[in-house]
């Protein structure tokens, strides 16, 4: 629950790292304007409302963990879920229908303060992805971008960065972007790129 040391603290630092560290930087006076974070505009909601079918997931729906666990689904049906905000609840996972209602039921004895009854998810079909790219925006440009993942397996690359890739997300930095500075990940899956 405590920044760490930070050597250089007379100047400005931009923030980069676990949700816990972005949240603790933006309650303190002298690094919040080190923090590029809106929960508003950093959830999945938002970004199925801003850039639709770009999205990887773009077909999920917006729910709870008790409501979609009171739907009718075979128990073995697997689903994506990952939180609406980008607050760490839980990591985006494939669940089966009867994983998701046991997860629903354990929720009342959850020590997460961020995952409850009440917490938002999003569910939707589950994608295979080939690979995934990490890129750094700063006012609607790429500043940097690495590979990070082929084949569900942590794979780094510099330059494995296909220029279609990099056109794909200049026009959806073009269609909407969350803040000024923010980091997106995308994906290749089904033969298209998207958002991750």
Not at 13 to 30: K, Q
Not at 137 to 165: A, E, G
């Amino acid at each position: 629950d405590e920044l760490p040391n930070i050597a250089d603290d007379q100047h400005f630092n931009v923030f980069y790292g676990s949700t816990t560290l972005i949240l603790n930087a933006s309650r303190n006076a002298s690094y919040a304007r080190g923090v590029f974070y809106d929960s508003q505009a950093f959830s999945f909601e938002n970004y199925l409302a801003k850039w639709g079918a770009r999205m990887l997931n773009h077909d999920a729906i917006l729910t709870t963990f008790p409501a979609f666990a009171g739907e009718s689904h075979p128990e073995r049906s697997e689903w994506f879920l990952r939180p609406d905000g980008d607050d760490k609840s839980f990591s985006g996972c494939v669940m089966s229908f009867g994983e998701i209602k046991q997860m629903a039921a354990s929720l009342k004895h959850s020590n997460n303060p961020h995952l409850t009854d009440d917490t938002r998810i999003a569910v939707g079909s589950p994608k295979v992805i080939q690979k995934e790219w990490r890129h750094f925006i700063v006012n609607k440009k790429i500043i940097s971008s690495s590979r990070y993942v082929v084949n569900q397996q942590l794979d780094i690359s510099l330059t494995d960065i296909p220029d279609k890739l990099l056109e794909f997300v200049e026009e959806s930095c073009g269609a909407y972007v969350p803040h000024d500075v923010f980091v997106m990940d995308t994906a290749l899956a089904g033969g298209r790129f998207s958002i991750i």
